[in-house]
C-alpha cells in the first residue's frame, strides 16, 4: 500500500515546486571562525542561546547597519539572530501580515512565494494595495524610492540587505524610519554559507511579535554558528 | 510589595511560551538564581560529538539538501528500527533546525483551516502558536494525575468529530512527565483506523522513561506507521539543544511536503550541527546511559525535597520535569513562581504556562547538578513552608 497522509493545500501547493536538491560546495570555513568554534565549544557552548541570539553579535549587526546606512536600531530590544536570511524573511512575512492581506515585492519574488503561500497571504499587483513592501539592497535607489511613494501610510517596509555596497535605507527617509524591519544575511558573505546565520532589526513596535515567532518557530539560531559569524564580523 | 503586583500584573497577561521567557528575563536580574525553568540540559554534549565536530572543522562544510544530509537521514530511520522495530528508509526522515521547527513543520503541512486537532492538556505551548498558525483548531482532550497523567482513549473518542484531521501525543510529556502506555497506544491506533486521523507522536523526551514505564513509539504499532507522523531530535537526548538538529519520521509524501516548507522556513540545518549528531546517530547510546544515572539520582533528590516541602506530584514515568501540585500554598501557580524567585531565587515555571487551568501547579526541572539542586530545595522548602501555614491558618 503507498503510504500517504492527506496534506493541506498549502503544502500541495508548495511539493509541487519541489526543493533544491543539489548541495553546492563551498570551502573549508575561514580560520578565524574555525578558530572561534574551537573556542566556544571549550566553554561548552552547546545549549540554547538568549532566543534573540547572542548580544555581541546583535551589537555586531547595529554597529553595521549603522556605519553603511546610518541608521540606529537597539541591539538588546530589536534585534534578533536568524537561521539564515531565509528564517528572517520567512518570519517577517508571517508576522507583518494577516492570512488575505498582500505583499508588493519589489525583488526575491521566488523566494517569497513559499513564504507567502504558508501565510495563506499574495502578492499584491499595486503597492497602494500591499500591507508590505519588500525592497531589496539590490535594487536601483531610485526605483526604491519611487516604490516608497506609492504605499499607505500604514504598510510596512522590509528590505533585504543583500551583497552590495549600496548605501540607501529606506529608514534613512524620516516617514519610514519606523516602519522599516531590515534582514540580511551575516553567514554568505563569511564563507560561513552552511552554517546559517541572518538577522532581522526591527522598529520597537514590530520587534517583539517578530522575536516570539522566530522563538516559536526555531527557539534560537544555532549557537555555534553565531559565534563563528561574530569571529568573522570582528575580524572586518 | 507594589513593585512585586506591578510586575505580576503584567506578566499576568501573557500566556504560554511568553510567560516562559518573560520569567527567563525576570530571573535574570536575581543574582545567583538557580534556573529549574527552561528544558535545557545543563551537561555538556558527550566528547565523541564535540570531537566529531572537531574533526569536521578541519574540512569542507558544504550546504546540506533541505531534507538533511543524506547519511543523516538514513541513521536516523535505522535508529528508528534499531530502537523501535520501525522500518523506515531514508526518504521517510527530514532533519530539522530543532524539534521546534519540526512541529512547525508538521502542522503547516497537515492542518487546513477549518480542521481540528486533539491536543492533550497541559501541554508543551509552542503547539498552540504552530497550530494557530495554520487556522485550525485545537480541542483541548483532559488528562489525569490519578492516571498518571496517560491519556483516556475514551475522553479522545468523545471529542471526534468529521473534522479531527489529527491528535497530537507528546510521550513522555512535557511538562507532566506521563508516558502513553501501550494499552493506550493501542487503543488509539484503533481509533486512528477506523475514524481516519493521522497521530503526530512527539518523542524528543523518548530515551528518558523511566522503569518500570517503557516508552511506545505509535508508528511501531501493526498499520499505524502510514498514520503517524513521528517527532523527535537531538537536543535532549544527547544534550544537543544549542546545535539545533531536530528529525522527523513520516510516509514519504509527508516529507517531501514538510521538505517543501522548510526550503522557506529555514533552508537546510547548519552542516556542521548535522555532522556531530551524525555521530551521536551513529553511536551505541552509551552516553544516554549514562545521563539516564544522572537524571534518576536528581530525580530522587527532588521528590524527596518536593514531599518535604508538603508539595503532591505524581512520580514522573518519563522525561525532565515534576509536575507538582502546589495547592497547599493557597497561591496560584504564577504569585507562587513569582515569590519563588524573589524570596527563594529559585525559577520554576507556573502551570499556566502549560494550560490555562493549571494554576496550582508548577513545573520544576531535574537540568542542574545534585549540588545544585539541594540548593534550590533548601531555599524552596522554608518560603513554600511559609505559605503554606499562612494558608493553613486563614482556614
Ligand atoms: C515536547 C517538546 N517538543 C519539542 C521541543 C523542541 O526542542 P528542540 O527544538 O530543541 O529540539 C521541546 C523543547 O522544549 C519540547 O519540550
Known amino acids: ?236 | 510589595m507594589n513593585e512585586v503586583l506591578n510586575t505580576l500584573a503584567a506578566i499576568q497577561q501573557l500566556e504560554g511560551a511568553k510567560l516562559r521567557y518573560a520569567l527567563m528575563d525576570l530571573a535574570k536580574e536575581v543574582p545567583d538564581a538557580i534556573a529549574l525553568g527552561r528544558g535545557d540540559p545543563d551537561l555538556d554534549t558527550p566528547a565523541f560529538i564535540v570531537q566529531a565536530a572537531r574533526e569536521a572543522l578541519t574540512g569542507p562544510l558544504p550546504v546540506a539538501p533541505v531534507a538533511g544530509l543524506p547519511e543523516l537521514r538514513e541513521a536516523v530511520a535505522a535508529n528508528a528500527l534499531r530502537d523501535h522495530g520501525l522500518e523506515q528508509g531514508s526518504e521517510n526522515a527530514l532533519i530539522t533546525t530543532g524539534g521546534q521547527e519540526g512541529l512547525f513543520l508538521v502542522m503547516s503541512t497537515l492542518l487546513e483551516p477549518g480542521d481540528e486537532i486533539l491536543v492533550p492538556d497541559p501541554r508543551y505551548t509552542s503547539y498552540d502558536q504552530a497550530i494557530q498558525h495554520t487556522g485550525a483548531t485545537s480541542v483541548s482532550v483532559p488528562t489525569y494525575a490519578e492516571d498518571g497523567f496517560d491519556l483516556r482513549p475514551e475522553e479522545v473518542e468523545k471529542r471526534l468529530t468529521p473534522n479531527t484531521k489529527a491528535l497530537l501525543l507528546v510521550t513522555p510529556s512535557n511538562p507532566t512527565g506521563g508516558v502513553i502506555t501501550q494499552a493506550t497506544a493501542e487503543r488509539l491506533a484503533e481509533l486512528a483506523s477506523k475514524h481516519n486521523f493521522v497521530i503526530i507522536s512527539d518523542e524528543i523526551y523518548g530515551k528518558f522513561v523511566w522503569e518500570p514505564h517503557t516508552h511506545v513509539s505509535v508508528a511501531s504499532l501493526p498499520g499505524m506507521r502510514e498514520r503517524t507522523v513521528t517527532l523527535s531530535g537531538f537536543s535532549k537526548a544527547y544534550a544537543m539543544t544549542g546545535w539545533r538538529v531536530g528529525y522527523i519520521l513520516a510516509p514519504e509524501n509527508a516529507v517531501r511536503a514538510m521538505a517543501a516548507i522548510k526550503t522557506h522556513t529555514t533552508g537546510p540545518v547548519a552542516t556542521l550541527s548535522q555532522r556531530a549528531a551524525l555521530a551521536a546517530a551513529h553511536g551505541d547510546d552509551a552516553c544516554v546511559r549514562e545521563f539516564r544515572h544522572i537524571y534518576a539520582e536528581r530525580r530522587a533528590l527532588v521528590a524527596q525535597g518536593l514531599s518535604h516541602m508538603g508539595l503532591g506530584y505524581s512520580d514522573p514515568r518519563g522525561g525532565f520535569f515534576f509536575w507538582a501540585d502546589a495547592s497547599s500554598t493557597g497561591l496560584r501557580a504564577l504569585e507562587l513562581s513569582y515569590l519563588l524567585l524573589k524570596e527563594a531565587r529559585v525559577l520554576v515555571f507556573p502551570g499556566t504556562a502549560f494550560g490555562e487551568s493549571w494554576s496550582d501547579y508548577l513545573r520544576i526541572t531535574t537540568l542542574q547538578p545534585t549540588e545544585v539542586l539541594q540548593e534550590a530545595v533548601s531555599r524552596m522548602t522554608p518560603v513554600v513552608e511559609r505559605y503554606a501555614r499562612e494558608a493553613a491558618a486563614r482556614h
Open chain 1, 1 to 236: 500500500m503507498d503510504l500517504a497522509v492527506p496534506l493541506a493545500k498549502r503544502a500541495r501547493t508548495l511539493v509541487t515546486r519541489g526543493y533544491p536538491d543539489t548541495p553546492n560546495t563551498s570551502d573549508r570555513a575561514p580560520e578565524v571562525a574555525v578558530m572561534a568554534t574551537l573556542k566556544a565549544l571549550a566553554r561548552g557552548e552547546t545549549h540554547y542561546t538568549d532566543r534573540p541570539g547572542i548580544l555581541p553579535l546583535r551589537e555586531q549587526v547595529t554597529r553595521l547597519l549603522n556605519k553603511r546606512f546610518g541608521v540606529t536600531v537597539d541591539p538588546k530590544a530589536n534585534t534578533v539572530i536568524t537561521c539564515g536570511v531565509t528564517e528572517a524573511r520567512f518570519v517577517a512575512v508571517q508576522e507583518l501580515l494577516a492570512p488575505g492581506e498582500t505583499l508588493y515585492a519589489g525583488a526575491e519574488l521566488e523566494q517569497l512565494f513559499g513564504a507567502l503561500t504558508v501565510r495563506g497571504s499574495e502578492f499584491a499587483e499595486t503597492p497602494e494595495e500591499a500591507r508590505v513592501l519588500y525592497l531589496s539592497s539590490r535594487m536601483d535607489e531610485g526605483d526604491q524610492r519611487r516604490l516608497l511613494g506609492h504605499i499607505s501610510d500604514t504598510a510596512t517596509v522590509v528590505f533585504e540587505l543583500n551583497q552590495t555596497t549600496n548605501t540607501f535605507h529606506p529608514a534613512q527617509l524620516e516617514a519610514f524610519q519606523n516602519r522599516t524591519v531590515t534582514i540580511g544575511d551575516l553567514a554568505t558573505e563569511s564563507g560561513l554559507e552552511s552554517w546559517r546565520v541572518g538577522f532581522l532589526a526591527a522598529p520597537p513596535a514590530s520587534a517583539a511579535g517578530l522575536r516570539d515567532f522566530k522563538q516559536a518557530l526555531t527557539i534560537c539560531t544555532t549557537n555555534l554558528s553565531q559565534w563563528a559569524a561574530l569571529a568573522v564580523l570582528e575580524e572586518r
